[in-house]
T-cell receptor
Framework: DAKTTQPNSMESNEEEPVHLPCNHS???????IHWYRQLPSQGPEYVIH???SNVNNRMASLAIAEDRKSSTLILHRATLRDAAVYYC????????????FGSGTQLTVLP | KAGVTQTPRYLIKTRGQQVTLSCSPI?????VSWYQQTPGQGLQFLFE???????NKGNFPGRFSGRQFSNSRSEMNVSTLELGDSALYLC??????????????FGEGSRLTVL
């Protein structure tokens, strides 16, 4: 299975943008890039996903490198509620429902 | 719209016992998948069910099993419990199976402690 590499932890100040990086050098051509986050004592929550083009939704933006070997999740204005573990995941080709989670990035938002 | 409901939320068992966990997906979602989360191994995929059939299975021993009912509700069972089975068991539902991947909706999990 293709693996992802993320920093163990990052810090951000409240109301500033946050760029969470993810490396996935062994990604296959049909693997989607998914991002989920997990707040304390909750199940993971979907954030965004993409294949090749950059994606935007109400929660975040996903910037995908041209060679698809890395991607960046962008939170435009971090709030205290964004403090969570963020997982970058490659979906098994053809199925989004078998996701291999890595260790994720613990995001701390400072007031 | 009601979310994914998992019961029980917390339970304590002893080694050798068996346990059954329940998951009610979001109405209209036909795919249900299960994950195990532990501090050491992180989130690991157990299995996925769609239309009462197991479609994918992770790398877990046969003590871990599941099923899905005609109303899409799912149960997972762990027999002959071991200390290492202590974990948060998460259920996720999804409205589609094949094609463009969609969003997984997770429940809050069932926290199992094996003594």
């Amino acid at each position: 299975d293709a693996k992802t590499t993320q920093p163990n932890s990052m810090e951000s100040n409240e109301e500033e943008p946050v760029h969470l990086p993810c490396n996935h050098s062994t990604i296959s051509g049909t693997d989607y890039i998914h991002w989920y986050r997990q707040l304390p004592s909750q199940g993971p929550e979907y954030v965004i996903h993409g294949l090749t083009s950059n994606v935007n939704n109400r929660m975040a933006s996903l910037a995908i490198a041209e060679d698809r070997k890395s991607s960046t999740l962008i939170l435009h204005r971090a709030t205290l509620r964004d403090a969570a573990v963020y997982y970058c995941i490659l979906g098994v080709s053809g199925s989004a429902r078998q996701l291999t989670f890595g260790s994720g990035t613990q995001l701390t938002v400072l007031p | 719209k009601a979310g994914v409901t998992q019961t029980p939320r917390y339970l304590i068992k002893t080694r050798g016992q068996q346990v059954t966990l329940s998951c009610s997906p979001i109405s209209g979602h036909r795919s249900v998948s299960w994950y195990q989360q532990t501090p050491g191994q992180g989130l690991q995929f157990l299995f996925e069910y769609f239309s009462e059939t197991q479609r994918n299975k992770g790398n877990f021993p046969g003590r871990f099993s599941g099923r899905q009912f005609s109303n899409s509700r799912s149960e997972m069972n762990v027999s002959t419990l071991e200390l290492g089975d202590s974990a948060l068991y998460l259920c996720a539902s999804s409205p589609i199976l094949a094609g463009v991947p969609g969003e997984l909706f997770f429940g809050e999990g069932s926290r199992l402690t094996v003594l």
